[in-house]
């Protein structure tokens, strides 16, 4: 039996034993990982530092604050998000228990990304735990330093049999694809997510996927091109461009093209000085096999700024492309990466087109003063998640759900929609063995007459307040009173 074998099998029997079901069970182990975050932030940062070269600040900023505001949400509110949810009834059911009740899935596969390598696979656990699921942790490889510190002190923390942490690479990740999980969230890029789902298939596993694709940024004639600029840069250079919701690329009026540019270089050197190199505050490519990459999609392109790169040190300067072609090669994959292209448009009708023509992204980016144009191009496009006059900032609500749509993903999570994303939402309707005079119209012989109290009791839509229900309960027992006459009759 392999090592992967092991950990899953091991997992399921944990989850079997039923302790995860327990809410005090749960909220222990979602304290015992805040307790994790909070005092391991330097072996966190020791690991991300030679992982992305992430700056001693950065780490909090851009990975741990976030978990911290996970955790404390899902202990504060894990009581309500599992309670018995009451819906509405009808008249059939008015005299019934109907709710739904949150139940967990079972074992969870997490398989993490290596651009923010904590954010995007402890995020899912958060709702894992939450749930009551068992969850096996398969951390990324290509960012070793932090797979390495999960291992070793993860399960110093956590219940070491329901959460394993399994590290190794595609022959690793293959042999955990193999077992059979009841649902898989995976955070990647679609290349990947497609052998995921494959291997799902097999044994029917739901999956969450969380993507990427070309996040386009409109930037409208009518908007503050100081401040939009600013922010633009911020979620474009930030982690290097390493970022799946970062602005893939500017759409906007020609006329504006020579002064977004300069917006953006003065941006660039207020946030990482003159020699971006030397600032701690910029990353670095994760390795040669993707700075490669990059510098083979600057092909064709006309560099307004940066440029400047060094392969030793996986080093490329935050970057600007002017005059992009649709056809250039650096449209024609993510990015993912500090390379920024501006693509000019006529008009917003001709960004709606050129959006629309491309596969949905996983963020859609506006930048503009008129509140009537941006409700337009919501309305007239499709994407994952839409942020007006900013950029990354949707990823930090933990009140809206983050995800993908299309080629950009499926399924989702953050707060509540982690939980009931890893949770099967069990229908229950309890009824008791009376009124079965109110019955006697779905039991055979079917006649005319049966067949008009059941339209009536089917279609009628009746608002139940409280006088409602009173209401309805005196015509029910006036409706069983007339069905047992007419039965003793008969």
């Known amino acids: 039996m392999s090592r992967e074998q092991k950990a899953v099998d091991r997992a399921r029997k944990a989850f079997l034993t039923g302790r995860s079901k327990s809410l005090e069970y749960r909220i222990a182990q979602l304290k015992n990982l805040l307790r994790f975050v909070r005092e391991r932030q ?36 894990l009581k309500q998000w599992a309670a018995p949810r009451p819906v509405s009834k009808s008249m059939m059911t008015i005299s019934d228990q109907v709710y739904i009740q949150p139940e967990p899935l079972g074992v969870v596969l997490v398989i993490g990304a290596w651009n923010y390598p904590w954010a995007v696979t402890i995020g899912p656990l958060i709702g894992a735990i939450a749930a009551g699921n068992a969850a096996v942790i398969k951390p990324s490889e290509v960012s070793s330093h932090t797979s390495k510190v999960m291992e070793d002190l993860l399960p110093l923390y ?27 969230f995976y955070t990647g890029n679609g290349t990947v997510a497609k052998i995921i789902m494959e291997a799902a298939a097999k044994h029917l596993t739901p ?21 939009a600029c600013r922010r ?9 461009g390493q970022t799946c919701i970062a602005p893939d690329y500017i759409l906007c009026d020609p006329s504006m093209q020579d002064r977004v540019i300069e917006e953006i270089k003065k941006n660039i050197k207020e946030f ?48 600007v492309l002017r005059d992009v072609k649709p056809d250039a090669k650096v449209m ?30 996983l963020a859609f980016y506006i930048f503009s003063s008129d509140n009537k144009l941006i409700k337009r191009m919501i309305a007239e496009t499709s994407s994952g998640g839409v942020l007006a006059n900013d950029c990354l900032m949707h990823f930090s609500v933990t009140s809206l759900p983050f995800g993908g749509v299309g080629n950009s ?33 779905r039991y055979p012989p079917h006649t005319e007459d049966k067949l008009g109290w059941a339209r009536f009791f089917i279609l009628k839509h009746v608002d139940f307040g409280s006088l409602g229900r009173m209401a309805l309960l005196a015509l029910m027992a006036v409706f069983v009173a007339v069905i047992l006459q007419r039965y003793f009759t008969n």
């Open 332 to 361: 024609q994959e993510e990015i993912f990466g500090p390379l920024l292209p501006i693509l000019t448009v006529s008009s917003a009708d001709e960004a709606i087109k050129f959006i629309n023509q491309r596969e949905r992204p």
């Open 272 to 319: 990482y000085t003159e020699d971006p190199q030397k600032c701690p505050d910029y990353g670095r490519i994760i390795n040669q096999r993707h700075f490669k990459r990059l510098m083979g999609l600057l092909e064709g392109s006309t560099i307004a700024v940066g440029g400047e790169n060094e392969e030793s040190e996986c080093y490329i300067a935050p970057t």
């Open 207 to 227: 999956t969450t996927l969380e993507l990427g694709g070309k996040s386009p940024c409109y930037i409208d004639n009518n908007c503050d091109l100081s401040v």
């Open 409 to 441: 993903g499926m399924g989702h999570y953050h707060g509540k929609y982690g939980f009931d994303n890893l949770s099967h939402l069990r229908s229950c309707l309890i009824k008791q063995l009376k009124m079965e005079g109110m019955n006697k119209m």
């Open 158 to 184: 956590l219940d070491k049999e329901l959460y394993p942490v399994v590290t190794g690479g595609v022959t690793e990740t293959q042999e955990l694809l193999k077992q059979r999980f009841d649902h898989i």
């Open 42 to 77: 330097t072996e966190i940062s020791e690991g991300l530092r030679k992982d992305l070269r992430r700056s001693e600040c950065g780490t909090p900023l851009y990975e741990t604050l976030g978990l911290e505001s996970e955790i404390n949400l899902a202990v504060r509110d």
């Open 232 to 240: 633009i840069a911020w979620g474009k250079y930030s982690n290097c």
